[in-house]
């Protein structure tokens, strides 16, 4: 094991849209567990847009980090130490391991994984918490059912990629996406096999999106809040359902805009779900097996947009915090 390790701390706290220049890289010995810990090696770390709400304080409640603090971030590593009975050296995990190339965990904070037939970092990914939420969203909330036409917005990213494979998984007829660019519509129609994919940065999207839904969407699953939620909304069949997943429009503005108009809930007769996947958790191991399926069927497809070294961290995270990722941001930290 090694003795010396390395990790990202913040220079300060942030309350700007996080950039690679907030963080720093420093080293530390490697500590021993105390009882009821685990000392996990990272492997791959997930970037995902909680980490900019949390870096900035808003996140359901949970502390805002500061100077000299290490980011969080889930990650799946190897136990190399172990002062507990429930985890052992050589056992693989799922747990929030942080920027760092080593951390201390207690262990009945991680999770045991066990590799499936589709790649170890899935489980990051659409095997994992991204997947999950999506499914939960479909499947538990919005009850999506056969014949169903439904709406993803940011559909190349991580949740919305799995969004739209599921839903077509689960009976949906009819699946279109928004994204935004064209080389991401391009990836959520060629890859995750969508109907269609309306690139928001065009001048016409919205007479786009129009064409697109010719009956509306009975489901709108929307991960990005603002405009894009109001144009869904107008695009939405009666009794249409929509999952209220994410604000990516709006986590790093100083202000929140105003909501869309309730007028619109009315007309619609919509019903709508506000989805956070933590209420799954204990879904996770059995989602995790399902998705191992669909992949390996070849149901399931994702994309990663991976990054290399721990050093790269800051500069990907940048990236993601941008909008600039397609696909699940992950970086590659320590060999497999
Ligand atoms: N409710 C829950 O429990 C839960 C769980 C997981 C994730 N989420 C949420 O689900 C959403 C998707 O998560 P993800 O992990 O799959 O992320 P992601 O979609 O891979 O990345 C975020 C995407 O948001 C889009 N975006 C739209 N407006 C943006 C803006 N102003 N700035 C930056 N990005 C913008 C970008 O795609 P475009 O270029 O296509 O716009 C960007 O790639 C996020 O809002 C996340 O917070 C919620």
Redesign the pocket.
Same mark, same amino acid.
């Given at each position: 094991m090694k003795k010396r390790a390395r990790r990202l701390v913040l220079n300060d706290v942030i309350d700007a849209?996080p950039r690679a220049a907030h963080f720093r890289m420093e080293e530390f010995d490697a500590p021993a567990p105390a009882s009821g810990e685990i000392l996990v090696r990272t492997i791959f770390l997930s970037l995902?847009? *909680?980490i900019g709400?949390i870096l900035r304080g808003r996140h359901m409640g949970e502390r805002r980090p500061g100077a000299g603090d290490c980011p969080p971030g889930r990650g799946i590593g190897e136990v190399v130490a172990s002062s507990s009975p429930l985890l052992k050296a050589g056992d693989l995990v799922r747990a929030d391991l942080g920027w760092s190339e080593l951390s201390l965990v207690r262990a009945e904070e991680a999770r045991l994984i066990h590799r499936g037939r589709a790649p170890l970092s899935a489980q990051l990914g659409v095997a994992g918490?991204?997947g999950l939420?999506a499914y !939960?969203?479909l499947k538990h909330l919005a009850k999506a059912r056969e014949g169903d036409h439904v709406l993803i @917005? @940011? $559909? /190349?990213? !991580?949740?919305?990629? $799995?969004a739209g494979q599921i839903a077509r998984i689960l009976g949906a007829e009819r699946v279109v996406g928004? /994204?935004? @660019?064209a080389e991401?519509c391009a990836l959520v129609t060629n890859d995750y096999g969508y109907d269609a994919c309306i690139n +928001?940065?065009t001048p016409d999207w919205k007479d786009q999106l129009k064409v697109a839904l010719p009956h509306g969407a009975d489901i709108y699953f929307d991960?990005?809040?603002?405009d894009?939620l109001q144009t869904a909304l107008l695009n939405l069949a009666l009794y249409g359902r929509i999952v =209220?997943?994410?604000? /990516? @429009?709006? +986590?790093? /503005?100083d202000e929140r805009p105003a909501g869309p108009n309730p007028g619109l809930f009315i007309a619609k007769r919509a019903q709508v779900f506000? =989805?956070?996947? *933590?209420?799954y958790e204990e879904q996770q191991e059995e989602f995790t097996r399902l998705a191992d399926d669909w992949i390996a069927s070849g149901r399931l497809t994702a994309h990663e947009?991976r990054a290399v070294g721990l050093e790269q961290a800051p500069a990907h995270f940048e990236r =993601?915090?941008?909008?600039?990722?397609?696909?699940? $941001?992950i970086v590659v930290v320590g060999r497999e």
């Open positions: 849209t995902d847009p *909680y709400s918490m991204p939420t !939960a969203g @917005s @940011s $559909a /190349a990213g !991580a949740v919305g990629g $799995a928004i /994204a935004g @660019s991401k +928001y940065k991960n990005v809040g603002g894009v =209220l997943c994410g604000l /990516a @429009s709006q +986590y790093q /503005a506000g =989805l956070v996947v *933590y209420d947009d =993601l915090m941008l909008g600039e990722n397609i696909g699940k $941001a």
